[in-house]
């Protein structure tokens, strides 16, 4: 089965493909679109491994002339200088202003590949092709292209949408176990700030997905990326609206920054649910059997509720130097049930300190 949405932005709109198998029909795909003979594929050396070979195969087959550059897998290297490395990279292979880029990968690949084709000679045509569950949910869709500097994530970026975004969910087969809990932190995110459907499903199928069931993940992607698309269409230069797909991420960044990066984003973003649902119920915004909902469903994904916080203090200054911080008061995405969220920014700290600490 392979779905289609479509994210409405004017021009700058395009389609999401997902489905199984849509790997190899990306040579149609793209001459659908008009794009082409010619196109280089960024990846990394891993995804080179498991699809890089046929993706460039099928290309050939189909009379097109194509080049993947694979940069070594990690965060790491979502940084400046590979993005000079891979400038001069396609000025040596003379790369034109209407080749299309390929990002073939995770969130890593697609921000820093789509960064470049933002800014190579000024834009380049730049097609998404994400691997991973949180790419195929979140990162591939919206336009939120960058590189981090330094230790500062995502400090030069810019808005870059694609001309297309192809998710093959039979590459979710590959991936291993924390790189699906990663994702289903992302999707139980979509389900709860706008989806009740789609939480209700999770509840039934989460060990279904957790065994990487390629219907039950074909249908999560596109229901979450069907969320993503509707936010991003209403909001798409992040200006308010889109904040909310920021849910569990005010916590979940600040824990990520005092572990020193050693929790995953997935499992970061999962205690930011959670401790945004108890300071829902604190708030008297979200009812007791709501929030135990969505307790236990990320608890069913394999994801943690708590963690013993030894610096409260340290955790709420990172969330005071969050970007989502305004006049230095923290914003919250805080659910008001299942299917819906509001955003604050008038919490008191120190009933945030309480709820971290209980
Ligand atoms: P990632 O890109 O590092 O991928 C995770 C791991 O999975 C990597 O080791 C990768 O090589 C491997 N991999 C990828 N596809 C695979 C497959 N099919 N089979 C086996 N292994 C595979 O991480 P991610 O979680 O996809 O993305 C995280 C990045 O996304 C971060 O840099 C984050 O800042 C960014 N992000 C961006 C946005 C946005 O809107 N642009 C949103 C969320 C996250
Ligand atoms: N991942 C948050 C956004 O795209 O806005």
């Known amino acids: 089965m392979t779905y289609q949405i479509n994210v409405n932005l004017g021009e700058r709109g395009y389609p999401v493909y997902m ?3 849509l790997l190899g029909k990306l040579p149609e795909m793209l001459e659908h679109h008009g794009l082409g003979r010619r196109f280089v594929v960024i990846t990394n ?55 299309p880029i390929l990002a073939l990968g995770g969130g890593v690949i697609g921000d820093l590949a789509g960064f470049v084709a933002a800014t190579y000679q000024r834009g380049l045509p730049f097609v998404q092709v994400p691997t991973t569950l949180l790419a195929q949910v979140d990162s591939s869709i919206g336009g939120k292209v960058a590189v981090n500097t330094g230790r500062l994530k995502n400090m030069a970026g810019t808005f870059y949408q694609p001309v297309m975004v192809v998710s093959d969910t039979a590459a979710l087969g590959s991936l291993p176990p924390k790189e699906i809990k990663n994702g289903l932190a992302e999707v139980i995110k979509c389900a709860v700030i706008e989806d009740t459907e789609l939480f209700a499903f999770l509840e039934e199928s989460t060990p279904v997905l ?26 798409e230069r992040d200006q308010g609206l889109r904040h909310i797909l920021n849910f569990g991420h005010t916590y979940g960044h600040a824990i990520e920054c005092v ?92 009933i945030v300190a309480e709820v971290l600490s209980a």
Do not use: C, W
């Open 19 to 21: 489905g199984e198998g």
């Open 45 to 99: 050396r891993t995804v080179a491994r498991l699809y890089g070979a046929g993706l460039v195969e099928a290309l050939k087959t189909a009379d097109r002339d194509v080049e993947m550059i694979a940069i070594p897998d990690g965060e790491a290297y979502k940084s400046l200088t590979v993005a000079g490395k891979l400038y001069e990279s396609l000025s040596r292979r003379r790369v034109e202003r209407n080749t």
């Open 210 to 235: 957790l065994d990487k069931d390629p219907g039950a993940l074909t249908y999560a992607v596109h229901r979450a990326a069907e969320v993503k698309a509707r936010v991003v269409e209403k909001d």
């Open 259 to 350: 572990s020193d990066f050693r929790i995953p984003h997935g499992t970061a973003v999962a205690l930011g649910m959670a401790m945004a649902a108890r300071l829902a119920n604190r708030l008297e915004l979200l009812n007791g059997a709501d929030m135990e909902r969505i307790l236990r469903l990320i608890t069913a994904a394999g994801l943690p509720v708590s963690i013993p916080v030894t610096r409260p203090a340290a955790v709420i200054a990172a969330m005071q130097h969050d970007k989502k911080v305004t006049e230095g008061r923290m914003k919250f995405i805080l659910p008001t049930g299942i299917g819906s969220v509001v955003t604050r920014a008038d919490i008191d700290p120190q």
